[in-house]
């Protein structure tokens, strides 16, 4: 009887694509500008004080949980659907992308993979921001901490890209690698002890480290 020979190349890979997801506030994008902006318009339509500087310096956390701090709790629905109805015309424009922004969303599509964001962010308007800087990724929104690993799961995402604590513990309860950039509100420290696998100082970082995960894996 002949030697029976396996043709290795007809045998189906077992190995799920890449799945990259990424923040969005102070990870793609640095939202600051325009998130203040809003805020400084909030603040005079009402004429309640909003120390918007102080707002964008604690960035991640959903919008309700700012707006409580400078309206009572009966209000902050409606301040928060006012909002996102002044963002749109007060907040793309003066939002750029992060540094390496771009640069590392098109490392995971050169690597085969695919990019997604999940965010906190009321999803029409991270469209916007998403498009103004000119990243083409999947995206869901208003999903903030744990809450953030439904998309992951759902997507298979193996790792995922934030600048908060809470995008490390929303990793973590994905089981996907938590990458953190300390370009937000948490320190490099924070991050570290919060449970991320890989700090990097910013996304400029991020294909090189891709480049040696990737190769690793394989």
């Known amino acids: 009887m002949g030697a029976v020979t396996t043709d290795l190349l007809s045998v189906p890979s077992t190995t799920p694509p890449l799945t990259v997801g990424f923040d969005l506030d102070m990870t793609l994008i640095d939202s600051r500008p325009g ?8 603040a005079a339509e009402t004429g309640v004080f909003i120390d918007s500087a102080l707002a964008v310096t604690r960035l991640g956390p959903p919008l309700d949980d700012e707006l409580a701090n400078w309206f009572p709790p009966e209000r ?21 992308a992060m540094p390496g922004a771009v640069e590392a969303v098109a490392a995971v599509r050169a690597a085969g993979g695919r990019p997604v964001v999940v965010t906190a962010k009321y999803g029409p308007n991270a469209e916007l921001h998403l498009a103004h800087v000119g990243i083409e990724a999947e995206l869901r929104g208003w999903l903030w901490a ?54 990097l100082a910013d996304l ?15």
């Open 35 to 42: 998130i203040k902006a809003v805020y400084d318009r909030l």
């Open 146 to 199: 744990e809450a953030k690993a439904e998309a992951l799961v759902e997507w298979g995402a193996t790792v995922y890209v934030g600048d908060h604590t809470g995008d490390v513990r929303g990793a973590r309860t994905a089981g996907a690698l938590s990458v953190a950039v300390a370009t937000g509100p948490c320190s490099a420290a924070e991050l570290r002890a919060a449970g991320a696998d890989v700090v």
């Open 204 to 218: 400029s970082d991020f294909p090189g480290w891709l480049a040696a995960h990737t190769s690793a894996a394989a």
């Open 76 to 96: 902050v629905p409606e301040m928060a659907d006012r909002y996102r109805e002044l963002y749109p015309h007060h907040a793309i424009t003066p939002t750029p």
